[in-house]
């Protein structure tokens, strides 16, 4: 049997004459033929070249990885997000030129490699036929600042990861950026100073995001955001995301402009994280099936319906013809007098009542992070916390299903305008262990909310929380519980109440404390509104 032929440390021009380094994996037939490229900060061998290059090659496609400007060979600085459009586009340029290039070509990856996918489709032409995309979105801006706030674990973790890697760490840094990340975010060093704990030295996209954390919508980002484009994408597009995974939200959104114009993408969801192995299986059959059917023209190996997805807690693969899926309902359950939670509306009672200290911040117990193990934890030590509000159900007494988009609206009261609202869904086990779910955070300022009266009289916001996705059953006997809060750290960096721009000297050197009231009567309904869906089984 003929194998796999690769040639390494291929030159590809830039127009800035900057040159790219590519690694090229070609079929043992050794004809032209379509070709899926893979565009990659990480690297061009180990997993990504063992694996996936050689993987796709064995099935009759030349695969190209190439490194991302500024790291492993290629030539530049990295400018992370930055160069991804006119490389990416000056490569495609170069592959056209190449003589095992068959007039054709895919593309594929994960996270980085999936945003280097968006950042050239809507600009390739109809030479494009297919891409494989994976826990990654068009833009990473709103992943950066979650619901206003700052994803400090996920940038940090991130750019102490890269820097490791331009450091020639290798792959040892993904184990590394996480336990120097923990490091920095609790040696109690001011936000703007974090990277000189984690990476010794000043990270300059680390500093870039916390400069445009107040204002992203400036042209840092301009250059950086193809979420506009996703629906002039002629190209077939397969998504694989995880219920735990930072950008499943935006990636959702990069499926629903593709279904608006007309398109008909395949998504599939599993019980995963951002760095969980165990979607690796998942993510090469179905690219396989996809570049088969879109490149090789046989469609034999794809499901009918186009989107898949696990229904935690029940442990059920499904099969939908769309998302959100068929007979889902919006149900509000409200926040209850005496810490109650149910689908009835609130009876007539007093706020509750809780105090955020910022040098003391809130911390979180799981959920979703770019670098750690983000699967559901039992949430009974964050519960005791005084600056934790715990709203209940009784006992479910039938199974209750939700799948598709979460959100909270609350009407709450804080002694300063700057302040974060943090919302978490939880099941909680008849033994009483609590799993969250899902969960939003919202940062607000003096401007942010309806107010329900003056600021400086009444002072009651109308505040909507938007939480991740899901899929999940509520089994019998399970209860529904949410967790309201004003901190999430370090998923999220400390808000200081002051409103002083986290980038700034001393950003977050003055705390105040910020007291916090959650209002639930029938003229201020606190809610969480479930989508509902007939159980099956």
């Known amino acids: 049997m003929r194998r796999v032929r690769i040639r390494r440390d291929l030159h590809v021009p830039m127009p800035d004459g900057v040159t790219l380094l590519a690694d090229h994996y070609a079929p043992p037939h050794g004809r032209p033929g379509p070709v899926v490229l893979m565009r990659s900060p990480y690297g061009r061998r180990g997993l990504l070249g063992w694996y996936f290059g050689r993987g796709f090659a064995r099935q009759g496609l030349h695969v190209v990885i190439q490194s991302c400007r500024g790291g492993f060979g290629s030539g530049g600085l990295l400018d992370p997000l930055g160069d991804e459009h006119e490389d990416g586009l000056a490569t495609v340029a170069w592959l056209r030129e190449q003589p095992f290039y068959g007039g054709s070509f895919a593309m594929f990856g994960p996270s980085y490699l999936g945003y280097a996918q968006w950042a050239v489709a809507p600009f390739a032409g109809p030479e494009l036929k297919a891409m494989a995309t994976q826990i990654t979105a068009s833009q990473f801006r709103d992943a950066a600042y979650v619901g206003g706030a700052f994803a400090l674990e996920s940038a940090l973790s991130w750019t102490t990861l890269t820097d490791g890697m331009s450091r020639r760490f290798g792959g040892a840094s993904i184990l590394t950026a996480p336990r120097l990340t923990r490091r920095a975010v609790l040696s109690g060093r001011p936000v703007a100073e974090l990277d000189l704990v984690s990476a010794g030295r000043p990270l300059r996209f680390y500093r870039d995001l916390l400069a445009h954390h107040e204002n992203p919508a400036v042209p840092y980002w301009h250059k950086r955001d193809f979420s506009a484009k996703v629906g002039e994408v002629d190209a077939a597009v397969t998504m694989l995301g995880g219920w735990y995974d930072v950008f499943l939200p935006w990636q959702l959104k990069d499926y629903a402009a593709l279904r608006a114009a007309g398109r008909r993408p395949y998504l599939t969801i599993g019980p995963w994280y951002h760095i969980d192995a165990r979607h690796g299986r998942a993510t090469m059959e179905e690219a396989s099936a996809w570049f088969r059917a879109h490149l090789l023209g046989d469609s034999s190996l794809l499901r009918p319906d186009p989107v898949r997805i696990h229904v935690t807690g029940a442990g059920e693969w499904r099969d939908y013809p769309g998302w959100p899926v068929p007979g889902m309902r919006e149900a509000r359950w409200h926040l209850q007098h005496g810490f109650g939670l149910g689908p009835d509306g609130p009876l007539e009672g007093g706020p509750d009542r809780f105090r955020y200290h910022p040098a003391y911040p809130t911390p979180r117990i799981g959920g979703p992070v770019l670098l750690g193990d983000s699967r559901p934890r039992d949430q009974r030590r964050l519960e005791q916390r ?126 105040v404390p910020v007291d916090v009231e959650v209002f639930h009567s029938p003229e201020r309904p606190s809610a969480v509104v479930l989508p509902l869906c007939a159980p099956r089984g």
């Open 386 to 511: 005084r600056d934790v509000l715990v709203y209940s159900s009784p006992a479910l007494d039938r199974p209750l299903e939700a799948i598709g988009p979460v959100r909270a609206e609350l009407y709450v009261r804080s002694s300063t305008p700057h302040v974060d609202v943090v919302v978490r869904v939880c099941d909680v086990h008849p033994d009483g262990r609590s799993y969250n779910v899902c969960e939003g955070v919202r940062r607000l300022g003096p401007r942010d909310g309806d107010f329900d009266g003056d600021f400086d009289g009444d002072g009651v916001r109308r505040v909507e929380v938007e939480l991740w996705p899901i899929g999940h059953r509520f089994r019998r006997e399970h209860r529904i519980r949410v967790h309201v809060a004003a901190g999430a750290y370090p998923t999220i960096a400390r808000n200081p109440g002051t409103g002083e721009p986290l980038g700034s000297p001393g950003g977050d050197g003055r705390m």
